[in-house]
């Protein structure tokens, strides 16, 4: 049997969806280490303060560089500090980019002073797309004039980078191009998102199918933004004026005649009845894309359109029409499923311990079931010391397997390894190969060179991954039952009577976050006012959006809420799990995912009630 569910959400937790961002935009020469006029991106090379192990070690970060930056000036700036052990004239710090070397550097022993090194990375040593920064640290201890081999010893060789450390690339926007797919990749772009110069924009009593198509466009795009950024705020036309003015870039999406009328006059197209028409236009200065018709059902369509990256990334033109003919779905997630974790095969290189780290997608809802296989397939350098060489397998950082190399199977060489049920994995994870690759005869009076050892990791290594559903109806598994296996699964959204900014706005972050996890353009959202009936929520994962005195839902539902509200439906009130002041508990928003009253409660396999967690700021508890 189907079951409807209540996600039960205050309008004071209007900014709760929200998540942090991990890289910043710098304002214009302020502290940017980019010439001053510049425009300018820093990414963080560790989120955390970082320290590399052992006689050779490194770090590597990812950054972008988005196709329509012309980047005039790249700086990495490095704190660090050293071992107070380490030998200044042995010890060395090599910073490379694409491969390609940037400088060394001696680092500096100190007792306890943070040192600073900024240097320039040359613009031709950068790629359009994703760009790779190593930084390898050859840290030597002991007394230089003992002239004698001596065994290695780790422990003093050590060198920190601190969370401060970063990138900036300095860079100037290209004009933008006559073309939906040049606005999408800016829309969508890390410094657009960063600066949140984007918004959606709707009619301020936007109806059932300009809702719809509007969050299918903003699920969509947000994910191409990425996790960590900001979000895309979902603005109204009569509410939020001014701020969608400050905007550099909107996506506009009503029917023709509920369109501002600055826009609708840039509207052209003759008649919308059998046509939804997705229109890259010039609104005084501000680039919009509006996305319009006079046909609900289209409307909708053409919202799933722009959720659709791929699609979205093939249109060079300024105009996309929608019929009912028009091929707009993403393909379906393929849940059981080989997944290739490398396509053309991974090298790493370097002697001591050199690692590989694979990230592979599930959906929030999965967890890996029984009998999930790796099968590794890997060769190697002959001039390891084959006793003390290994490589070991690693699932979120925990073992789950090692094996030996050895010379006779140097050329081709495997590890197949049983994933252990009990890690209990669900959702995203990583794997990592991790190579303890050390030569004969290495001790301290051996210099390591940068190309031997290796090991190469070949492009037929799979994942065989069998999982199961999970339904507990728990946050822990958010965002099920809203999204299954990734597609949006009856969604049924219930708005308060009145609505302000902080309605949007919360519409906004619920699917800025829901986005993050949509795999697809598939599934169904449908939004309700105060008038909807029971019948036509029995069978939809309803939210309801408002408090006891603006939504019908709500009130009736508050016999079975966790943390009920007063008689007066003012505030919450106490409960056998938490004593709340009277006062408190009418400045307090609230969480709640209950079963839905609409349909009879379930019972597990042993006939107990399932247990479901209220999550309200600042605490959790369990029924």
């Known amino acids: 049997m189907k079951i409807g569910l209540i996600l039960f959400m205050l309008l004071c937790l209007a900014a709760a969806a929200s998540a942090p961002y991990a890289a910043m935009a710098a304002e214009p020469g302020v502290n940017s280490g980019v010439d001053s006029g510049a425009t300018s991106y820093t990414t963080p090379i560790a989120d955390t303060d970082t320290t590399l192990d052992g006689n050779v070690s490194y770090k590597q970060q990812f950054f972008q560089v988005p196709v329509y930056w012309k980047v005039g000036q790249v700086k990495i700036a490095l704190d660090y500090k050293a071992s107070p052990l380490a030998q200044d004239k042995l010890s060395s710090v090599t910073v490379s980019v694409n491969g390609t070397a940037i400088t060394s550097f001696r680092p500096v022993a100190s007792e306890s002073a943070r040192q600073r090194m900024v240097f320039e990375v040359p613009v031709s040593a950068l790629i359009q797309g994703t760009n790779t920064l190593t930084i390898e640290g050859h840290i030597v201890s002991g007394d230089e004039q003992v002239q004698i081999c001596t065994p290695t010893y780790d422990a003093d060789k050590w060198f920190q980078i601190y969370k401060s450390s970063s990138i900036i690339v300095g860079y100037s926007p290209l004009p933008l191009a006559n073309a939906i797919a040049d606005f999408a990749a800016r829309f969508t772009g890390l410094d657009t998102f960063a600066r949140q110069d984007n918004a959606i924009a709707v009619p301020k009593d936007a109806d059932a199918s300009e809702l719809e198509a509007a969050v299918y466009a903003l699920s969509g795009l947000a994910k191409s933004g990425g996790a960590g950024t900001k979000g895309i705020p979902l603005l109204a036309y009569g509410i939020d004026d001014s701020d969608i003015a400050d905007k550099k870039l909107v996506v506009a ?200 050892p290796w090991a190469f990791i070949d492009a037929d ?163």
Request: glycine share 8%; hydrophobic share 40%; net charge positive.
């Open 253 to 452: 999406v009503a029917m023709r005649d509920r369109l501002p009328a600055s826009l609708r006059s840039l509207i052209p197209d003759a008649a919308l009845g059998d046509k939804a028409v997705i229109r890259l236009v010039d609104a005084k200065g501000q680039p919009t894309l509006v996305v319009t018709s006079d046909n609900a059902a289209l409307l909708v369509k053409a919202g799933r359109l722009v959720a659709n990256a791929a699609l979205l990334d093939q249109l060079s033109g300024p105009v996309k029409e929608v019929t009912e003919n028009t091929e707009v779905a993403s393909p379906v997630p393929n849940i059981t499923k080989i997944v290739s974790l490398t396509d053309a095969g991974d090298q790493v290189t370097g002697i001591n311990h050199r690692t590989k780290d694979y990230y592979v997608a599930l959906p929030a809802n999965r967890s890996i079931a029984e009998a999930s296989k790796l099968n590794l397939r890997f060769r190697y350098a002959k001039n390891l010391d084959f006793d003390r060489s290994l490589v070991t397998v690693l699932v979120n950082g925990k073992p789950i397997g090692s094996k030996k190399l050895t010379e006779a199977l140097a050329d081709g060489d495997s590890l197949n390894l049983t994933i252990p049920k009990n890690m209990n994995l669900s959702g995203n994870f990583t794997i990592t190969a991790a190579f303890d690759l050390e030569l004969k005869n290495n001790v301290s009076c051996v210099l390591p060179q940068d190309q031997m």
């Open 461 to 623: 290594t799979a994942l065989q991954l069998n999982t199961k559903d999970r339904t507990e109806l728990l946050f822990n598994n958010y965002p099920y039952p809203f999204l299954r296996d990734g597609i949006y699964n009856q969604v049924g959204v219930v708005l308060p009577g009145t609505r302000d900014a902080d309605t949007y706005r919360t519409i906004g972050n619920l699917f800025n976050l829901l986005g993050q996890y949509a795999e697809g353009n598939a599934g169904e959202v449908r939004f309700f006012g105060t008038d909807v009936t029971s019948d036509q929520l029995k069978d939809r994962n309803v939210i309801a959006i408002g408090s006891y005195a603006d939504n019908p839902v709500i009130r009736d539902a508050n016999k079975s809420l966790y943390f009920k509200y007063n008689a007066a439906g003012t505030g919450f009130v106490s409960n056998e799990k938490m004593s709340i002041d009277e006062e408190y508990g009418k400045r307090i928003g609230s969480l709640q995912l209950i079963v839905s009253p609409l349909r009879i409660r379930p019972r597990t396999a042993g006939g107990h009630r399932r247990r479901i967690p209220v999550c309200v700021p600042g605490f959790q508890a369990y029924r």
